[in-house]
């Protein structure tokens, strides 16, 4: 049994490395506090109660997706994605190679074949021309994943989506509160699921949504989410009792974990307009390295505002990003790396074609991104300090 305080030695070994500059800082003070403490005092702590509809209802407004349904995580949203589209064995999903396991492990979790396509070598996200070389007739749908809040081609994409009579399901777990020529993302396909993980602009500690515009995925969704059952029904008063009608999980977050989104929702201009504000700083800043060749910076579409969840940028070979990720931490920067492609991964290669070499654009990727601080109370002294670092780091 672990006693605290922990004795000095472990907590010495378990302590993390001390940087003035973090990578990340949650935005938290006493109006999550206070919705959390109103939520313990009303006594009512399941899901399905008033902060649940006050941050269904806030989400719904902020992306103008018809339907919103909360969910324990990100992870299950994109789960609970898998089962209404009712994906099974014989089916294959196209996902892309560099993303978080869970963009893949729905599919597995569903016994349907994952497919890894490429990404671009300029932004992370899906590679539009090799997904389309990846379809087969056994493709049921493709997880788009807007990779640091910058938006997929999603005109292409759903082009050639709509074409071939395949679903796409948005992984916007890192892209809430992101517009693609004029519209939200995780509204653009048939679902999209969004992530207020504690590392997130908008964060819960777990949490995510689920976002249709289509009333029956909705319906169905509302069911799988509680049990298999007609609960949410029974809680609007439109039954007067609830059963058992569907194969379920319990996807529903608490009522807690949604009194403390919903005083984040509340927050959101605030914390939107200081995040961007930094990503543009780093990239103004940072744009005469790029011209000058010296590192690569984030492809944006056209049209498209990222909601500056990750500012990162490229260096130009594995030995090169490695200098800047020890120099900056040396200096109390804590700068990122981020995912190992899925493809190449422990789990993830046995599902590469027999005789496939692993997918070259994520390996690329993956060796040379490196991830900067960006949070909301980053000082404009700090960003500087980061700027100036990065910048004698790239003209040695
Ligand atoms: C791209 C991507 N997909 C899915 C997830 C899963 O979200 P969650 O952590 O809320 O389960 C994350 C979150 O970390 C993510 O970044």
Redesign the pocket.
Do not use: K, R, Y
């Given at each position: 049994m672990t006693t605290y305080p922990l004795p000095a030695a472990a907590a010495a070994k378990t302590a993390a490395p001390k940087f003035h500059i973090p990578y990340h800082e949650p935005f938290f003070d006493e109006r999550e506090e206070q919705s959390v403490v109103e939520a313990v005092r009303s006594g009512y702590t399941q899901g399905g109660g008033k902060f649940t509809k006050q941050v269904e209802a806030a989400i719904r407004a902020r992306t103008g997706a018809q339907h919103a349904l909360v969910t324990t995580?990100?992870?299950h949203a994109?789960e609970l994605a898998m089962m209404v589209l009712n994906l099974g064995p014989g089916d294959e999903v196209i996902v892309p190679s560099y993303?978080?396991a869970?963009?893949a492990s729905c599919v597995v979790r569903q016994m349907a074949r994952v497919v890894f396509c490429d990404v671009r070598r300029d932004n992370l996200n899906i590679d539009v021309a090799d997904f389309a070389r990846r379809i087969t007739p056994k493709t049921k749908a493709v997880i788009p994943?807007h990779y640091a809040g910058i938006a997929c081609d999603m005109d292409e994409l759903l082009e050639v989506a709509r074409r071939r009579g395949i679903a796409v399901v948005e992984?916007a777990?890192?892209s809430f509160d992101t517009t693609y020529r004029g519209r939200q993302l995780g509204t653009l396909g048939e679902i999209g699921c969004l992530?207020?993980?504690g590392t997130k602009n908008v964060a819960a500690g777990?949490?995510?949504a689920f976002l249709t515009n289509d009333s029956s995925l909705a319906r169905r969704a509302e069911i799988l989410r509680e049990k298999g059952t007609d609960r949410a029904q029974f809680l609007r008063g439109e039954i007067d009792k609830y059963t058992w009608r569907d194969v379920g999980s319990s996807f529903i977050p608490s009522e807690l974990v949604m009194a403390l989104l919903s005083a984040q929702l509340s927050k959101i201009d605030q914390i939107q307009t200081r995040r961007v504000a930094i990503f543009d700083r780093y990239m103004l800043a940072l744009a005469p390295l790029a011209k000058e060749g010296r590192i690569g910076l984030p492809h944006v579409p056209a049209g498209s505002r990222p909601n500056a969840h990750i500012f990162y940028f490229f260096a130009k070979h594995l030995a090169d990003r490695d200098r800047y990720y020890e120099a900056l931490r040396t200096r109390g920067i804590q700068a990122m790396l981020h995912y190992t492609p899925l493809d190449d991964s422990p789990f993830g290669a046995q599902f590469r074609a027999a005789g496939e070499a692993p997918l070259p654009a994520a390996r690329w990727v993956t060796d040379c991104m490196l991830r900067l601080p960006l949070f909301v109370r980053m000082t404009d002294a700090q960003v500087e300090e980061v700027i100036g670092a990065v910048t004698e780091l790239a003209r040695p």
């Open positions: 995580s990100g992870t994109l993303t978080f869970a963009t994943v992984d777990a890192q992530s207020f993980h777990e949490g995510g």
